[in-house]
């Protein structure tokens, strides 16, 4: 179902004119609040400053293992994440970055030569394109063509989300990964809140109901999604809270992947899987989302599920997964590593 109210000609004037840089932002909806890794921390000193003061993300969707990869960015902005990800495909990567504001655009395409060149990049292996995310058909992205797409704090702005999260598992490759940041709540915003620009540029007035957001995610052939950090959101406006402060929000980063054997639920099958340690940006153990953590050797149960997402993706090369589906134990006894009070803490997926 579309979400009339929300007036894209209204959010892509907000983030192309309104908002000058990050700091105009009138809640922390869409600023990183998360804790960067070395790696990332060393890449985001080497990007130009100008893309980095004009971005706003409300989270660091950048999945391991992206060596080689092709990378979609959905609503790339000035392309801070898109630039990040080409530095992690390296030189046998690709990258597309597509958004709706020209102003944006302008920022991320004006440096690609530079940026590129600075990371020892041919400028040519990632490109920008100017649209709707809700028709990637229309910018020349064929079906099964990515092997990840990422997005930050963008895809809640849509007013199609059916439309969008149905393009981005046509043109995932099988076994492909959606890994996003984005701002959800425990409960539907009220519609005559969703007409507000400043409520819908601030990233609340779109933000995802998680129950919504499993149910579209099922419609379009994805049974478990899993929630991989989460922080609630803070309204410093008091115009904003007033309207709007009824409402927790919370930012958070999502993995989910384009595998048609996954199960509404969890279970158990009896299988155990090894992280061999492989990944570079994780030596010692590999979060797979809030309550799955492999440290590097140690053998761990898994449900079929999980054996799925780390056997039948890119991740394959880094597990030994022991066992297959061929006895079945019921469900699997599925419980967060940290166990929070936060709405959160249950996961998005079925475990």
């Not at 690709?94 to 440096?111: F, K, N, S």
């Not at 940026?115 to 709707?132: A, C, N, R, V, Y």
């Not at 052939?221 to 309204?235: E, H, K, Q, Y």
């Not at 940006?281 to 590097?296: G, I, K, M, Q, V």
């Amino acid at each position: 179902m579309t979400e009339p109210a929300l007036d894209p000609n209204a959010v892509r004037s907000y983030y192309g004119t309104e908002l000058k840089t990050n700091q105009d932002l009138k809640t922390d909806a869409c600023c990183t609040g998360e804790d960067l890794s070395p790696i990332l921390k060393k890449i985001f000193s080497e990007l130009e400053d100008e893309i980095l003061a004009r971005f706003y993300g409300c989270g660091s969707p950048l999945p391991p293992a992206l060596e080689g990869q092709t990378v979609l960015d959905m609503g790339c902005g000035t392309g801070r994440d898109a630039y990040t990800a080409a530095k992690l495909a390296g030189p046998n990567g690709r990258i597309i970055g597509v958004d709706m504001t020209p102003e944006q655009l302008e920022v991320a395409e004006r440096y690609r030569e530079t940026q590129m060149q600075k990371f020892g990049l041919d400028p040519e292996s990632i490109e920008f394109k100017l649209g709707p995310m809700e028709d990637l058909a229309a910018l020349g992205i064929a079906d099964n063509s990515v092997d990840v797409v990422i997005s930050n704090c963008v895809l809640n702005l849509s007013a199609d989300k059916p439309k969008v999260f149905s393009e981005i598992f046509r043109v995932l490759k099988p076994g492909g990964e959606l890994f996003f940041s984005d701002v959800f709540s425990d409960r539907r915003v009220p519609e005559e809140l969703k007409s507000d620009p400043v409520l819908h540029g601030e990233c609340l007035a779109g933000a995802m109901y998680r129950e919504d957001f499993r149910r579209l995610l099922a419609k379009v052939g994805c049974n478990d999604a899993r929630i991989v950090t989460s922080r609630p959101l803070t309204i410093d406006d008091p115009v904003i809270e007033n309207l709007i402060g009824m409402i927790p929000f919370h930012a958070e980063t999502v993995r989910a992947f384009k595998l048609p054997t996954l199960e509404d639920r969890c279970e158990d099958f009896g299988q155990v899987a090894t992280y061999l340690g492989t990944i570079p940006e994780s030596p010692h153990a590999f979060d797979l989302d809030d309550h799955h953590r492999f440290l590097t050797g140690k053998p761990m149960l898994v449900s079929g599920n999980t054996a799925e997402m780390i056997s039948q993706t890119r991740y394959r090369h880094h597990f030994d997964v022991r066992g297959d589906r061929s006895v079945h134990f019921g469900l699997f006894d599925c419980e967060p590593t940290v166990k929070s009070s936060s709405p959160a803490s249950s996961g998005s997926g079925c475990c």
